[in-house]
């Protein structure tokens, strides 16, 4: 099962060889034998995934299917889901069971996709690594000593464990294309606005964005075709028509310019990552593409940047975990503020509260100015670079991350080098730009590398064709993490 | 030492949409606590806003009626603090680019005309309620107000006395209610007043240190605790003593007011524009479209009045109070054709039984067209003032149009000059002191007689045609 893409998938139950409650089935024994290792999930619930199964093949049998009915996927446990625990990482929100489902809850479950559980994040998806969850870090696959790169790291590890044929995360720095990377999956951070963020638990707002993580490009496009569109309850979602993200996939790539930022070939970069992606680089030549160095001077500034808006945005968002309503509270409480104080000290982090800290500073009276509304500039320059370059090239190509998965601990006690690792990743944010990571090799540790495409506004089916024409040609996102005993499929 | 007094405004409209600004919960007032309140107003993790155009209207719609600019670009942003009837921890406001920015309006006290000009107006949403009582140490939250929309509206410090504060305030209150963007309400607190007080001597240019007096909720509280404000601000100076700024709050038991917290406490807002929200953008063609279906305003229509009907700027001050009153008397002046008369009618009689039976214009049992019917029965003869007193009773108890009041109680003026001339007769016939005292040149025998003759026609008599007949008997 593990080798079959989600169109096989698809094909196979529109032609009734398996049926949803099967397939459910098939990943949940897997989710059972190898989560205990991996620790991708945080809530599992056989029950209504097969309920969903069920419901799902009634479609098939009625005929009303579409083109991913029946196909399970697992969703990270930021997307508020109807009925489910919905924690964020946090234990904040350990007792938070959703009301109502997020927009792309409510499109997954409208194209009759059966959720398979939550997946594991970083504490309200601020961190790296995956370490920071209050459910305890997920490992890596490939090596469970190491990190699977955060905040969805959950969902990167289960889809490269294939304990899911695929998932959703979000990506406000980079939280889907380093994990993508460091697990040696592909990853799609759309456009800013392309999929609602209704439901989805506020990171940093401007920044935000949902998107597909699974084996391949193609997979990736068929699920950005189920998650993207107007959603009239988020004022930042863009109304345009709808697009079928597969339908450029298998076009040639002769004339393709590929743009190759000197900033993210320079100091900093591991020399095994930038051999792969050298070797990546030769490969699309072979397909037809063009290399072009191209600049993005600005793009250095990116870390300070984001690390001033990202957390201004996050200690406003965060204000209301106050445990007035819902989620935590602290036990014992003198006062109002009494209580105020010890439940957010209870209830978040210390990552979420640096954070928090770092916000309400640059936001506060006097250092505005100096801080955010500076950041703001630099954040527009930053966005004008990648304009320039896009005259020049018709996508961006790079390393995802420095390097590869780190081990677990290692970087935890220093924030600042866990930030670097969203150095390449974090302006496409900035600038709301679509990007996405794909596997390109293996450094000698055995460890995945991963390969950044940014492509300009609503350029995601150019980016997949890019991605799916490297694909076609080399056996990266194909390969299997060693699994032990428990993974019953590993050849 | 003389001192002046130095006056601003804060005002918070709630505007008069069906639903909340950010979301599609009901605004209706008085509802169980909590069940006007979605999973936006309050705060779900996940949930986002989506403005409401209404409540952007009202704020073009106030924009214009003050001849203020609108930005046409304009921005929401957060305001952020802690407390439990604030749901997200944060109020969506907006400071650095409200959408209506100047703008004046007048104001008249003592007969003179003053321009009081607006500083700014932006779009808010209102927080919830927190009640402390019933809850045995514990304090209950109602949210159904969360999310209402207001239109705060500051004005500049440009009101010297409590009389001109409480004028703008009503001037304002007339305006927001007359063109439709809120109900005006102040007990449910529709319309609720900050005023921004300071005091300095006579002629000195630098404003004093300004209290801030919070959540007036009348005009009365309004007059009364800027008058408290104003004595113990002058008092502390005099005393030696020094204004601190500070925020406090009126108690209307005791009539005083007192400090609820000072500038030391004042919060750190961290205000920053709402990512979740697009700049609000105000295309001409909407803001035209808005400008079209602006009813007439106060100001507008003083003015016709006066020049249409020939009523008095005072009269047309007062009958400008409200749009209901302005459109009642309208009603009354085509109806009747007698603007002067009709003003008359309105200001008096139907305001005065209107006020003792404590009822709005609206409600009214006298319609506009029966009142402009009794006016017309005064004008051609029908009825004298007294007796049309009578038929207002009779229309004001539900007797009936005027014409059949005026058979059914006989009320109808004396028209034949014969049985007028039988009781003159009568009258001076059964009189002789009077008559000899009016023939000697005291004036006030006549009035006398007069009042001998209307008592005897038991007021049905025309006063003019008395006089008449009184005059030509006298002199012969």
Not at chain 1, 213 to 242: H, I, Q
Not at chain 2, 42 to 54: D, E, T
Not at chain 2, 186 to 213: K, Y
Request: charged content about 20%.
């Amino acid at each position: 099962m593990s080798e079959f893409s989600l169109s096989a998938l698809a094909a196979q139950l529109a032609a009734k060889q398996v049926s949803s409650r099967e397939l459910a089935q098939t990943y949940l024994d897997r989710i059972a034998a190898l989560n205990p290792s991996i620790n991708a999930f945080i809530t599992v619930d056989a029950e209504k995934t097969l309920a969903e199964a069920a419901a799902a093949d009634a479609l098939i049998a009625a005929g009303k299917n579409g083109p991913l009915t029946g196909v399970p996927i697992a969703h990270k446990d930021i997307f508020c889901t109807d009925g489910w625990l919905t924690t964020c990482g946090s234990k904040m929100l350990s007792n938070f069971v959703a009301p109502y489902d997020a927009h792309v809850i409510q499109r997954f479950k409208a194209a009759g996709m059966p959720s398979l559980g939550k997946t594991n994040m970083d504490e309200f998806a601020m961190g790296s690594s995956n370490e920071t969850s209050f459910y305890g870090a997920v490992k890596n696959p490939w090596d469970t000593a190491r990190v699977p790169g955060g905040s969805s790291g959950g969902a990167a590890a289960c889809v490269a464990a294939r304990m899911a044929p695929a998932a959703t995360g979000t990506d406000t720095g980079g939280s889907i294309r380093q994990p993508a990377a460091f697990t040696g999956i592909t990853g799609l951070k759309p456009t800013y606005g392309l999929v609602s963020r209704f439901g989805m638990i506020a990171f940093a707002s401007s920044l935000d964005q949902a998107g597909p993580m699974a084996p391949s490009a193609e997979d990736c496009a068929l699920l950005l075709n189920v998650m993207t569109g107007f959603d009239p309850n988020d004022s930042t979602s863009l109304e345009r028509d709808k697009e079928d993200y597969a339908r450029d996939l298998d076009k040639p790539l002769s004339g393709l310019r590929v743009g190759l930022p000197k900033e993210f070939f320079a100091e900093g970069l591991n020399s095994e990552v930038a051999a792969a992606v050298e070797a990546a680089v030769t490969e699309l030549k072979k397909l037809g593409a063009t290399p072009v160095e191209i600049s993005l001077a600005n793009s250095q500034l990116a870390i300070p940047v984001y690390y001033v808006l990202a957390p201004a945005e996050a200690s406003s968002n965060l204000s209301r975990f106050d445990g007035v309503r819902y989620g935590y509270r602290a036990p014992d409480y003198a006062s109002l503020d009494d209580m105020y104080c010890k439940t957010r000290a209870q209830g978040f982090g210390a990552e979420v509260k640096r954070r928090i800290l770092i916000g309400a500073y640059v936001l506060s009276h006097g250092y505005y100015d100096a801080y955010y509304l500076q950041a703001q500039k630099i954040r527009r320059l930053i966005a004008d670079d990648f304009s320039a370059a896009f005259e020049a090239c018709d996508v961006i190509l790079g390393p995802t991350a420095p390097g590869t998965a780190f081990r677990l601990g290692e970087k935890s006690d220093d924030p600042v080098e866990m930030y670097l690792n969203d150095l390449y990743t974090i302006p496409a944010n900035l600038a709301g730009l679509p990007g996405m990571s794909l596997p390109c090799g293996f450094d000698s540790q055995g460890l995945p590398i991963g390969l950044q495409l940014v492509g300009n506004y609503f350029s995601e089916a150019k980016m997949l064709n890019v991605a799916h024409q490297y694909q076609r040609v080399t056996d990266w996102h194909k390969r299997l993490p060693p699994l032990g005993e428990a993974s019953g499929e590993r050849r | 030492m003389k001192w002046e007094t130095v006056i601003g405004l804060e005002v918070h409209t709630q505007l008069a949409t069906q639903s909340k600004i950010f979301s599609g919960s009901s605004t209706a007032f008085g509802a169980a606590p909590n069940t006007h309140a979605s999973a936006v107003d309050i705060a779900l993790p996940g949930v986002l806003p989506v403005l409401n155009k209404g409540a952007v209207e009202c704020a073009i719609k106030f924009g214009l009626a003050i001849g203020a600019t609108l930005n046409r670009v304009n921005v929401f942003d957060r305001k952020n603090y802690f407390y439990p009837d604030l749901p997200k921890g944060y109020q969506i406001s907006q400071l650095a680019k409200p959408i209506v920015e100047g703008g004046a309006l007048k104001i008249v006290v003592d007969g003179e005309e003053k321009t009081i000009h607006l500083t700014r107006a932006h779009m808010e949403e209102d927080a919830g309620k927190s009640l402390h009582e019933d809850f045995h140490g514990m304090t209950g939250i109602d949210l159904n107000r969360a999310g209402t929309p207001l239109l705060e509206i500051v004005s500049e410090p440009e009101m010297r006395s409590s009389a001109e504060a409480v004028a703008y305030a009503r001037a304002l209150h007339t305006l927001v209610t007359w063109i439709g963007i809120c109900d005006g309400n102040m007990q449910e607190g529709s319309f609720r007043v900050d005023a921004n007080v300071s005091v300095r001597p006579l002629g000195q240019a630098e404003f004093g240190t300004r209290r801030e007096i919070k959540n007036l909720n009348s005009f009365r509280f309004l007059q009364q605790a800027i008058d408290y404000e104003v004595r113990w601000q002058i008092e502390t100076l005099e005393d030696g003593g020094r204004i601190e700024q500070a925020t406090v709050l009126f108690d209307p038991d005791s009539g005083e007011t007192r400090m609820m917290r000072s500038k030391e406490d004042a919060h750190d807002y961290r205000y920053f524009p709402d990512p979740d929200l697009l700049p609000v953008k105000l295309g001409e063609d909407w803001i035209e479209a808005v400008r079209a279906a602006l009813p007439e305003l106060p100001a507008a229509m003083q003015a016709r009045f006066q020049s249409g009907y020939g009523v008095s700027a005072y009269d047309a001050a007062v009958l400008t109070g409200s749009r209901a009153l302005a459109d009642y008397f309208e009603a009354v002046a085509k109806a009747c054709g007698q603007g002067k008369l009709a003003a008359n009618w309105v200001m008096g009689e139907l305001s005065a039984a209107l006020n003792k039976a404590e009822l709005d214009i609206a409600a009214s049992p006298v319609t506009a067209a029966q009142l402009g019917a009794l006016i017309v029965r005064i004008q051609d003869g029908t009825l004298s003032g007294k007796l049309a007193k009578q038929v207002f009773e009779g229309l004001w108890e539900g007797a009936g149009e005027v014409d059949a009041i005026i058979d059914a109680r006989g009320l109808r003026q004396m028209s034949d000059s014969g049985e007028l001339e039988k009781i003159v007769d009568e009258v001076l016939a059964a009189n002789p002191k009077s008559v000899e005292e009016f023939r000697s040149g005291k004036e006030k025998a006549f009035n006398a007689l007069v009042g001998q003759v209307m008592k005897a026609s038991r007021g049905k008599a025309n006063p003019a045609q008395v006089n008449e007949l009184l005059k030509a008997k006298l002199q012969n």
